[in-house]
């Protein structure tokens, strides 16, 4: 089956740094992507990984190990508008939808 | 980046009606897709609209509850029938234009549905 798996919340203050975690188990592997979703808003694309290694953009790096299935995100200099929801999600296979985590929440403090 | 546009943004339906769910994108595109969100959770896919033949829905999604239309590559349809509260969400329209190459999907702003 399709699994992906990341904390459900995490708080941290701003100017820190704050990694989030995500592990899956797909049946394949396309790529894999991050979100950041606002309350009430749709999500916005964050970053994307097919290769072992990290991607840097800006505040946000992402890094992605397939032979352990995991990727994480790292959020740097954090501010308070980056308080929302992270979303991990992995393609499986090439034409097909993404596979989304359930998200982790995210709460940055003055 | 692709332009997506969701009607309506948000509706309060009464149990055992039907609504409808039109998504619409500036240009044409591959893949076209529709996700539901439930209050606190991830997103969820519903089905895959392919354009000219049926929609591929996903477990625990059936054509007679959720009906899907794509007559081209720009413009497709969800709708939601004999609706319950437990529908209540928020729809989102996903497109993809080149699911082969790094182009990521992009999603519309959402339809929030509440049924009483």
């Known amino acids: 089956g399709q699994n992906i798996d990341q904390p459900t919340e995490m708080t941290a203050t701003e100017g820190a740094i704050v990694q989030i975690n995500c592990t899956y188990q797909t049946s394949g592997f396309n790529g894999l992507f991050w979100y950041q979703q606002h309350a009430g808003e749709a999500p916005t694309f964050l970053s994307y990984n097919v290769l072992d290694g990290l991607e840097e953009k800006g505040r946000f790096s992402s890094f992605l190990s397939r032979s352990k299935g995991y990727s994480y995100l790292l959020l740097k200099e954090l501010q308070m508008k980056d308080s929302a929801s992270y979303l991990c999600a992995v393609r499986d296979q090439a034409g097909t939808a993404l596979i989304f985590g359930k998200g982790t929440t995210l709460s940055v403090s003055s | 980046s692709a332009v997506i546009s969701q009607k309506p943004s948000r509706d309060i339906c009464q149990r055992g009606t039907s609504l409808t769910i039109q998504c619409q994108v500036d240009?044409?595109?591959?893949?076209m897709f529709w996700y539901r969100q439930q209050p606190g959770q991830s997103l969820t896919l519903i089905a895959t609209?392919?354009?000219?033949?049926?929609?591929?829905?996903e477990s625990g999604f059936v054509i007679d509850k959720f009906p899907i239309s794509r007559p081209n590559l720009t413009f497709s349809t969800l709708t939601v029938s004999n609706m319950s509260p437990e529908d209540s969400s928020i729809y989102l329209c996903?497109?993809?234009?080149?699911?082969?190459?790094?182009?990521?999907?992009?999603f519309g702003p959402g339809t929030r549905l509440t049924v009483l």
């Open positions: 609209a392919n354009q000219g033949s049926e929609a591929t829905y």
């Open positions: 996903s497109v993809d234009r080149v699911p082969t190459s790094t182009d990521t999907q992009y």
């Open positions: 240009s044409q595109v591959t893949m």
